[in-house]
């Protein structure tokens, strides 16, 4: 199957601060990604979808002066955390559409991110 | 609004016992029906995709089938490191994104 990265892993952060976190598709380009973020035994919940050269459509309910998504190559999109807080803590995924439609998406290791 | 909801939340089986993990959805147009396993601490990794009722697919102890309105993934003499979250998703028509139920965590005892 198709590799997706994400980096870091793991990362702390200071209440306030801004965290970003990159998310490859590693041997196929993908003209879409998907940021998801994940609660301690709760599913994914889509954050945005993440379009190569366009702007990223959030799902209700998120922030996007918040959470802010760069999808500038066919590669690599970023998902930027600002003025991060306590409760921004969790575990954040993305994922790389093969193709389109939808029907094969590849998911990264996710990263965990601590505000402190 | 599509929905996609899966039973049971948790199951403990011991190795070698056979069971069935549920996946109901109401998926406007379903174009894909997908598993996932998770495991602690990192991302899902595909398994199968189900693209039409009456269609099944096996993966070594795994087998996903798919009805109008559930899919079931059946696992066969399980083994301990089958334990992981189990997640289905449904992909609705004209959509792009993923619906998602809320797992299946499951525990093989040795």
């Known amino acids: 199957g198709a590799v997706v990265s994400q980096h870091p892993s793991w990362v702390i952060c200071k209440s306030g601060t801004s965290v970003k976190i990159e998310c490859r598709s590693l041997?196929?380009?993908?003209?879409?990604m998907f940021w998801y973020r994940q609660f301690p035994k709760q599913s994914l919940m889509l954050m945005a979808t993440s379009n190569e050269g366009s702007k990223a459509t959030y799902e209700q309910g998120v922030e996007k002066d918040k959470f802010l998504i760069n999808h500038a190559s066919l590669t690599l999109s970023t998902l930027t955390v600002t003025s991060a807080h306590p409760e921004d803590s969790s575990f954040y995924i993305c994922?790389?559409?093969?193709?389109?439609?939808?029907?094969?998406?590849?998911f990264g290791p996710g990263t965990r991110l601590t505000v402190t | 609004e599509d929905q996609v909801t899966q039973s049971p939340e948790a199951l403990r089986l011991q190795e070698g016992e056979s069971s069935s993990l549920n996946c109901s959805y109401t998926?406007?147009?379903?174009?894909?029906l997908f598993w996932y396993r998770q495991d602690p601490g990192k991302g899902p990794e595909f398994l199968f995709t189900?693209?039409?009722a009456g269609e099944e697919k096996e993966k070594e102890r795994l087998k996903a089938t798919l009805t109008k309105k559930e899919s079931f993934l059946h696992i066969t003499a399980p083994k301990p490191e089958d334990s992981a979250t189990y997640l289905c998703a449904g992909l609705g028509q004209g959509a792009q994104k993923l619906v998602f139920g809320q797992g299946t965590r499951l525990t093989i005892n040795p």
């Open positions: 189900l693209y039409s």
């Open positions: 994922s790389g559409e093969v193709g389109t439609g939808g029907d094969e998406q590849y």
């Open positions: 998926v406007s147009g379903l174009r894909g």
């Open positions: 041997d196929f380009q993908a003209t879409t």
